[in-house]
């Protein structure tokens, strides 16, 4: 049984966000947060690669030893910036009233760090965007786009400010990702009380998706949610940011990955555009 709520922060204007959105999220299910910060290994080492054609011995030698000592006080730095983040996360947690939180703080690549740490994790907590993230272009942070393809955990995306989450839209396209959020949700405490919205769009919606909707909002109602479904024409993309906008929705439920000729992508088109355009935080499922 998952016991925790797994929160990945960094120095980006995300953090508190995150921070926020893993408060609300382990206030709603009376869980404990694990705080993870990982200093990656995007920073090569100081050393040049080759200094035997420009350097004598005596040069190089005392060159590197200078580099290494450069690295060391980088390591340093980093795991004291690292622990930083972390203590403020935690600082932000306690005052939502998060009684429990714990920190970890690792080295190397993220995805180790996060299947290392995600079995006891409900959710996994991320910005939508990181420090590296070029808002200019609206690009995601690649660290999420590596996350949705393998993380094994339900992924919620903070925005980038955050606002209490009172009503919840669940964009449903009758695929595999779409149907496990909503198994998962009808049996979910995070949800309890929250009136649900089930959207489905397409071009030409018809007596099929009429069944699959159906069958999606019964499953929801049987487990005692209220439920209200909506079968609109139009690009899905932008029927669902019109209605998330329009009907004022808090969080947005997705399936990372569709059922279309799309879903060999790392995101597939629609989800990908909604966490790039939409202000609320995304509950993504795989």
């Not at 203590?87 to 009233?97: Q, S, T």
Request: with cysteine.
């Amino acid at each position: 049984m998952p016991s925790r709520i797994l929160a990945l922060v960094d120095g980006s204007i995300y953090a508190q966000s995150v921070a926020d959105l893993a408060a609300w999220a382990a206030g709603r299910l009376g869980k404990p947060v694990e705080l993870l910060h990982v200093l990656g290994r995007r920073e090569t080492a100081s050393a040049p690669a080759d200094l035997s054609g420009n350097l004598n011995i005596d040069e190089s030698d005392t060159l590197l030893a200078e580099l290494a000592r450069l690295d060391e006080q980088k390591a340093r730095l980093a795991q004291r910036r690292g622990r930083l983040i972390l203590d403020n996360a935690a600082a932000r947690l306690r005052a939502a009233g998060v009684a429990e939180v714990s920190t970890r703080l690792r080295n190397g690549d993220l995805i180790d760090a996060v299947h290392e740490f995600e079995e006891e994790a409900a959710y996994l907590v991320i910005g939508k965007r990181g420090e590296g993230a070029d808002f200019a272009w609206l690009h995601l942070g690649s660290n999420l786009e590596r996350i949705a393809r393998a993380a094994r955990r339900p992924i919620l995306v903070a925005a980038r400010a955050f606002s209490p989450i009172e009503r919840v839209m669940i964009a449903f396209d009758g695929g595999t990702s779409a149907r496990k959020a909503v198994s998962h949700i009808a049996q979910d405490r995070l949800f309890q009380g929250l009136p649900l919205q089930l959207l489905m769009a397409g071009s030409h919606p018809g007596e099929r998706e009429e069944n699959q909707l159906a069958l999606a909002s019964g499953q929801l109602r049987q487990a005692g949610h209220a439920v209200t479904t909506q079968l609109l024409p139009g690009e899905a993309d932008t029927v669902i940011a019109r209605e998330v906008q329009a009907q004022g929705i808090d969080l947005l439920v997705m399936g990372a990955f569709g059922h279309s000729r799309l879903r060999n992508l790392i995101i597939g088109s629609t989800t990908t555009e909604m966490i790039r355009s939409c202000k609320v935080p995304i509950l993504l499922f795989r």
